[in-house]
């Protein structure tokens, strides 16, 4: 049975996005939008965060695909780790 603290300490929203470090943006967009026919967005640059991306709909939420963008990109590290890419993060509301 599921259980709720009667006073949380953050409530939770829904979920915003699910984040995919890519190696290669433009292969996995063409995947999502070709192979699977996802709507994708345009490639959305974020140079504060050091990263493009690109949001694949998914109708309830969405996944936004990064790639490392400029020489500090905190992407570059977590590819070079997973050089096949790979979940980098949730953003719940």
Do not use: R
């Not at 939770?12 to 994708?40: R, W």
């Not at 493009?52 to 695909?65: A, H, I, P, R």
Request: proline letters at 6%.
């Amino acid at each position: 049975s599921l259980h709720q603290v009667a006073d949380p300490v953050w409530n939770l929203g829904q979920l915003n996005h699910v984040a995919i470090a890519v190696p290669d943006l433009k292969k996995s967009t063409a995947f999502y939008q070709n192979i699977l026919g996802a709507q994708v967005s345009e490639v959305v640059p974020l140079p504060e965060h050091g990263v493009s991306v690109v949001f694949v709909n998914l109708g309830n939420t969405k996944m936004e695909l990064l790639h490392p963008l400029g020489n500090d990109s905190p992407i570059a590290g977590f590819l070079q780790k997973n050089k096949a890419g790979g979940m980098h993060h949730i953003c719940i509301e």
